[in-house]
Nanobody, 127 residues
Framework: QVQLVESGGGLVQAGGSLRLSCAAS????????MAWFRQAPGEYREFVAG????????HYTDSVKGRFIISRDNAENSLDLQMDSLKPEDTAIYYC????????????????????WGQGTQVTVSS
């Protein structure tokens, strides 16, 4: 049974930092592209950042470029998202997602392409 479990969310002031983590079990993480999505109240779920199976290719939505860094450790079956210079508009539930995409460098931004999802972790940025 595949499980993705996010942690690290919380309440932070604007300009602050948080580091989200996603622990994967029941799969071989090296066979999957990984991504972070987020969903704010009343909004659609949106792509935030993605990373290829090897970690050599990353992609970010424009609004987080230069502030967020996605990374992975296949040996530990873990995915991280370092979030700096947080803004109130970053407030959302953040989800970890995995796409069965072995040995491919393409990173998909459509949530329908992802096979497994975590339950999410709340990030709240106060102004």
């Amino acid at each position: 049974q595949v499980q993705l479990v996010e942690s690290g969310g919380g309440l932070v002031q604007a300009g602050g930092s948080l580091r989200l983590s996603c622990a994967a079990s029941g799969l071989t993480m090296a066979d999957y592209s990984m991504a972070w999505f987020r969903q704010a109240p009343g909004e659609y779920r949106e792509f935030v950042a993605g990373i290829s199976w090897s970690g050599n290719n990353t992609h970010y939505t424009d609004s987080v470029k230069g502030r967020f860094i996605i990374s992975r450790d296949n040996a530990e079956n873990s995915l991280d998202l370092q979030m700096d210079s947080l803004k109130p508009e970053d407030t959302a539930i953040y989800y970890c997602a995995a796409e069965d995409n072995p040995h491919q460098t393409i990173i998909r931004i459509a949530d329908l392409m992802y096979d497994y999802w975590g339950q999410g972790t709340q990030v709240t940025v106060s102004s």
